[in-house]
């Protein structure tokens, strides 16, 4: 069996994956947000 030795893993991809989704929320959150005031300001 091999010996663990942390932090020796590459984790570049992963690091990238998660800085997408963050960016990916993000953008959501800004939209729903833009939307509902726009709604709200249609509407009124």
Known sequence: M???K???MDISAQE???A???RFVT???IVIL?????LYLING
Not at 34 to 38: A, G, I, Q, R
């Open 6 to 8: 942390h932090g020796e």
């Open 16 to 18: 990238q994956t998660f």
């Open 34 to 38: 833009v939307s509902l005031v726009l």
């Open 2 to 4: 091999a010996a663990h």
């Open 27 to 29: 953008r959501s959150v």
């Open 20 to 22: 997408s989704f963050v």
